[in-house]
């Protein structure tokens, strides 16, 4: 018999998005873990709560804001429809879908917070300032900037991994592993913006699992390097196609971006962890073609200028007040 090979089949016959899903036992491991995950986020909230050492403001603020943007988010990227009844059941999934995440982000929240404070504070400097509304401190613009920064640094690093088997050895060209279907600039706004949610789940779910290894190993180290492994194991947490190449490089790239994503937390805590999460969420899943013909171009646009509005923003905050100098900065004589 004969088959087809298409431009995105390797030649083993699977497609780039069947090679990139883990085996099964990995499946079954990453299931039992997040169930356990799920009981123990349950457990730690109804602990801190009824010994008041939960941030309940703090968690009600963040459970407001995730449900505005997760909700008009929807709202934006839904498919409509002409009737009335099917327009009410979308809303109502839309709203449900909301709800449950936002309370999901709260017990979240308001179960690592307090482990955070009294374990690893340095975590929470600049997000309780943004969470208690100082949205102009310098830190915080400084922890946007470098997590934008070292997520552009890791999609880049990623999307040179995944041409290099093509480059080097001949390998089908990759393809988008996601299919972008919202054209206009409005559209392209919203899927912006609904990034946001899944960026501040993954950073709550990726602390939460290093303060489990924190908590039994009782050195930050190790927990470290526990996550590391265990991330590594789980399919490189989405970084793409793996295989193609050496075990040698495969586990040097795989190490260096896991690595940079453990910095981004490390020296710029949980906001520089978020922006890293949205940017490299962002560059990784939807397209930026800038040719007018494109029936991209409008939402690439609105992508662009919503990434450079918070790099933006990042960077004003960060001067604190201060006028920038360009000639002083680029000035290397002593004393300036």
């Not at 899903?21 to 990453?30: G, T």
């Not at 962002?282 to 029936?295: G, K, V």
């Amino acid at each position: 018999w004969f088959q087809i090979i298409m431009p995105w089949h390797s030649g083993d016959g699977q497609t780039d998005q069947q090679r990139m899903v883990p085996p099964i036992a990995i499946q079954i491991l990453v299931l039992v873990f997040s169930f356990l995950i799920g009981i123990g986020i349950i457990v730690l909230s109804w602990h801190n709560f009824r010994s008041g050492r939960g941030d309940i403001g703090g968690s009600v603020r963040v459970m407001v804001c995730f449900f505005i943007v997760s909700f008009f988010s929807g709202l934006f990227l839904a498919d409509h429809s002409i009737s009335l009844v099917g327009e009410m059941w979308i809303l109502l999934v839309i709203l449900r879908n909301s709800v449950f995440l936002s309370v999901l982000v709260g017990l979240m929240y308001s179960a690592l917070e307090p482990q955070i404070r009294r374990m690893w504070p340095e975590l929470l400097i600049s997000w309780s300032r943004l969470v208690a509304g100082d949205v102009r401190d310098p830190m915080i613009g400084r922890d946007i900037l470098m997590g934008a920064l070292l997520g552009t640094v890791v999609y880049a690093i990623g999307t040179l991994h995944a041409f290099l088997p093509h480059w080097l050895m001949g390998e089908p060209t990759p393809t988008a592993s996601h299919y972008f279907r919202w054209d206009g600039f409005l559209p392209g706004v919203a899927d912006s913006f609904s990034w946001l949610p899944a960026a501040l789940l993954s950073t709550l779910i990726i602390t939460f699992v290093i303060f489990i290894f924190l908590f039994i190993t009782r050195r930050k180290w190790i927990a470290i390097v526990v996550f590391a492994c265990v991330f590594g194991l789980g399919g490189g947490g989405g970084f793409g196609r793996w295989g193609d190449l050496p075990l040698g490089v495969e586990l040097f790239v795989l190490l260096l971006m896991v690595g940079i994503m453990i910095a981004a937390l490390m020296r710029f805590g949980i906001v520089g962890l978020l922006v890293y999460q949205l940017f490299y969420f962002t560059l990784a899943n939807r397209p930026f073609i800038f040719n007018p013909e494109s029936i991209y171009f409008e939402a690439s646009i609105a992508g662009l200028l919503v990434t450079l509005a918070i790099v933006a923003y990042g960077f004003v905050v960060s001067l604190g007040g201060a006028r920038f100098d360009l000639g002083r900065l680029l000035d290397p004589s002593p004393g300036s």
